[in-house]
Structure formats: structure tokens, C-alpha cells
């Protein structure tokens, strides 16, 4: 039998996996399986008994030489704003915009560019701040400014949180060597926040492995596409942010054999779209953008936007229609699983029950008890009463006597002890018939209980929320080209937005006195379990090729197979304070009053670096390329003919790759 890797993609909705053969591109076993968020172990128990019933006698476990996984439940937990809480400390500049926490503080400290120590740090502030936010938060996250021309501060810093909490750490400089300080924050914070979470699902996956006695080495995909073993993932698992459409993208250029197109990924919670040009995504420059928040997480260059097949779709009070991006559970498939809740959903209809803050159809389900918090009574109250089974936020308000407009449930949904159910675009596949596997009883009554809120009737608010997601997703794609056109063209404006509507909804029976076209140049390659159900109207409206390759259910599990082990080391040479050359490296900084040392020096150090985390990372025949690029000032006198050694030197960045196979 040929060599084989088994790939795993754990979705916020469904878990995927394939069988595949390394050499010959072969599926020899597939299945997709619904995620339990609750007890992810279940879900990739359940992957991998199919996928293993399947080539019962027919493969050797011996075979399967690699097991790959890829997620998307890193990027739904920043959509969705869930995780662990992070306390975050910033050395020697205060970040006076947004960030994605708010236990923050802010202590004296920081460097200059080129790593000299400006302050020394304020460990006697940290001490008194940490002690207030312990009990309020599970990690912390560490960025101070400027730290990756030096990181001593950020060490220092570590080190004393863990001993006053013994609490998960993260450092800004481990994690991004690029300038931008907000960024770098945002990305700790991230990375603290997501550490459970991948704990939770390689932990989940190894003992299941280990059952099966299958002994393959466990590797996870990056954002961009490449390999790290289950250790870094857990070290590092913001960099597994996007990883998901990252195999997507793979996926689809193994299943077409197309080189340029436009890959969509629809997922349960998420929908991303990439360019493929020349058989290949291209990579950000600045960094990923996760759920609107700008990190430096090298990844292929995706558009993520908060539209699935299990979006959480609203009506306010307004009677505004909004989709996402919150992923809940389908009615139809609560229903189906607890039955008792379509009484609770007809007590809503005959009560015309409208909560100001919340959307009638909305049910909580219980996940698990909250870590290092002190709940309210009321609080505690509610998972008292969801504990056994779950209920409609109707129910559990009656049962309290309050007002569900007053209950605290959103908190216990933001920490992931609680989870919603509530109408979603699959509950309207099971009413229009393309999708009938749950309880079409109970889409039919969640579609006119919000109807009503509406004030329409349910086919009509059926058409309006397609209507919806057709153009949320059209006006991205398009607004993903225009930007590869060097525009940087917000289709929010309300100028655009008009043109955009006219374009996506054309009417040829209607009596319009002006008709716009949208015409798309490149093929959408659509990937996902829901996209038979929405892409061939989406693509009929951009005027463009739709390819639904085979197997496009399971693409993002066959592209977790594909990528190597690659890792980049970057080292800067720059000119010193009072001469010399200062070499900055991702761990410290070193002088040389001479540049080709500093030079010999950043290459060796930099080859030894790249090259011990490609190692780490699970590689094997590790090659190393270097590419350097030296800066010299465009000062007035010079011209291409000017000697290097007569121009101003800026600096010399040193890009050092090791890639390896990843068994």
C-alpha cells in the first residue's frame, strides 16, 4: 500500500476527514460528522470510526505515515468573541484605541528601534495590577513597545507573572518580528485567549489516535498554509487562525487542478474567500485580519466574514434583518435532539413574546461550568435550570420571574459556558427543501415566529434573508477584487453600496429606468458543505463560472495533507548608536564594529534558528535558503552607479527559510 495521511478539519459546525494518498492524490476514505463543541473528543471519535470503517481490510495502520489537522475554531472564537479571559500588559506606550480585552493596564518601560533601553521597567506597578486582575482572568498577554528590536523588558515581565499566578504567558516579540505595536497586542491577546481551546482539540485527537493505536506523527496547519506538530500549535495557536480556509484553499487547487480563481469556503459559522493566482494564495504583507481586528499572523491573504450556514440570524426591533457573525444551533436540529423544546417554541408563537434585547426564537444550552469566576445568583440560576436539558430563553425567564431583557445570559455565552440555538439559514434550506436531515416542523415555526417580529409573512422574510447573504457575500468578493486592483474601495459607502444592491439584484421584470451589470472575470471555486444551496444565484448574479468540484464537502480535510514544514526567520542589521552594527535576532540584539561580521553573524545565528524550529516543528530533510536586502538612503548626488560602500546604510534584513517534509 503507498503511503497515506489521514487529514482532520474540525469546523465550528462539522468535522471533516479524508484518507489520502500522499503520491498517488487518491481519496480512499471520506466523511464529514457534526462537531461537539461541548466534548470534542466526540466528534473526532466519530471521524475517525467512519473514516477507518470505510478501508476496514483494505489499509494497514502502518500505512498512515502523517495525521493532519486543520480548524476553524480558532477564527470562530475571534468572530465570536470566545475564550479565555486575558489580562494584558503593555511596557512603555499606552494603546488608547479598541482592543479585544478589557483587563488592561499599561506600565512604565520600552525601548528605542534600535533596542536601547528608554525606561526601566515598573515591576512594582505590575505586581499590585496583577494581583487585581488574577481572579479575573485565565492568561495574560505581554507587548511592549518596540520590543522585537529587544524583548529583555517582556522576559522580565513573564517571569514575574508567573510567579504570582503561574498563569499561561504569552510575549508579543515570540510571535511576530514585524513593527506595529497594536498589532502585536491584539495578536498576544489572541494567542493567550486560544490556548485552551487547541489544548482542548489536539488533546481530543491524540487520544483517539492512540485508541486506534495509530502512532503517525500529529500535525496541524498554519495560516498559511504550512505544517507545525501539536507542540508548537499548543504553544502558538494563533497562527492557527485561518487555518481552515488556508486548507480550503489547498483543497481546492488539489480537487480542480485550477490555477486562477476566486476560492469560497462556506462554512457553518464563517464564510472566506481568497485569490488563487498561479496555483498558489497569496500570503498577507501586513497580517491577518481576524473578525475585524488586524493582527500579524502570517497568513494566506483571506477574507473571513461572519456568514455560515449556522449564522444567528436577527430581526431588531427596527425591523432590521442582520445574519452573523454569532454561530448558533439550528432550530431544526435542537429540536430534533430535544423534543421538549417545540412546545416551548409554540408557547412563544401563541404569546407573541418580542425581548427588546434578545430574539425571541433564542434557546441556551449548557456547555460547561465557568473557570476562575465568581458567578451571580441569577447567573448561577440559569445553568441550574439548563444543566439537565436546554430551554428557550422564554421558558427560563418565566421560570425566574424576571425579564429576559434583564437576564445576564450573554456573559455566560461570552466565557463558553453557554451556548445559543436560534433561526439559521440551514433552518430555511429544511422549509425550501434542500436540506431535510433535522426537524422541518420546528424550522417552520422559528421562520413565523420571526416573521411575525418581522411584520411579514414567512416566505417573503425567507426571501429577504436570502436576498441578504447573496449580497453580504457578493459585495465581499467584489470588494476583494477591487482591492486587487490596488483600490482600497469600501463597498459600506452608501454610494457603493447602491450600485452594488442594483448589480446584485437586478430585476429584469421590473419596470427599473436604470440597470446596472456586476461581471466577475475569474471562476468562483466554491468549497463547503452548504454552498450547492447558495453559489450557483451568487454566481449567476456576479455573471461569472461556477466550479462545485467533487469531494467539495470534505476539501478543507483533503487540503490539510498538502503543506510542508516552513519557517522563517527574519534578522535585521542595522547601524549602531556612536558606530558599529547592532544585529537584531528574534531572542536579543548584538554589536560588531565591523558589518561583515555582524553580517557572518546574523546568517549563522539566523540558519541556526530557522533550522532548530523547523526541527521543533516536525521536519525532516530541512533545506535553508537566505535572501537578504540591503537598504541605502536615496540621498541627492547618487545614482545607480554609486558604490554600496559610498551610499548611507539603513540596513540589511536577512530572510532565512528552513522547509522540511513534515514525517
Known sequence: MANLALGIDTGGTYTDGVIFGIESRKIYSKTKVVTTRHDLSIAIENCLSSLLKKVEGK???????????STTLATNSIVEGQGAEVGLVTIGKEIEEKLPTPHYFNIQGGCNIKGKIQKEIDLKKARIEIDRLKNKVDAFAISGYLSIRNPAQENELKKLIKEVTDYPVVCAHQLSSELGFKERSVTAVFNARLMPLITDLIKAVKNNLKKRNIEAPLMVVRGDGSLINEKIAREKPVETSLSGPAASIIGAKTLTDIKNGIVVDMGGTTTDIAILYDGKPRLTKKGAKVGGWLTRVKAADITTIGIGGDSYIQVSKDKIISIGPQKVFPLSWIVKKHAHLYQELSNIKESNYYPLSSQPTTILTYVKDPEN????DTEKAILKIIKEKPHTLHYISKKLDKSPDILPWDHLVKVGSVHRAGLTPTDLLHINGDYKQWDVDAANIGIKIMADRYKTDPQTFINHVFK????????????????EEGHNLSLTNIDCKYFLNKMMNSNKESEQKIEFQLKCNLPLIAVGAPVQAYFPQIAEKMNTKLILP?????ANAV???????????????????????????PNKREFFKDFKKAQSFGKEIGEEIAYQKAESAGASNIEITIDKNDKYSDYLGQNEDTKDEDKLFIESRLEITAVGKPW
Open 468 to 483: 441578504e447573504i447573496y449580497y453580504k457575500i457578493g459585495s465581499v468578493i467584489t470588494e476583494v477584487l477591487v482591492s
Open 59 to 69: 489499509i494497514s495502520k502502518e500505512d498512515i505515515k502523517m495525521v493532519s489537522l
Open 559 to 585: 487540503g490539510t495533507v498538502g503543506g510542508k514544514v516552513i519557517e522563517k526567520v527574519i534578522i535585521l542589521i542595522k547601524p549602531g548608536e556612536g558606530g558599529g552594527f547592532s544585529v537584531h535576532t
Open 550 to 554: 467533487e469531494h467539495a464537502e470534505v
Open 373 to 376: 469566576f465568581t458567578l451571580t
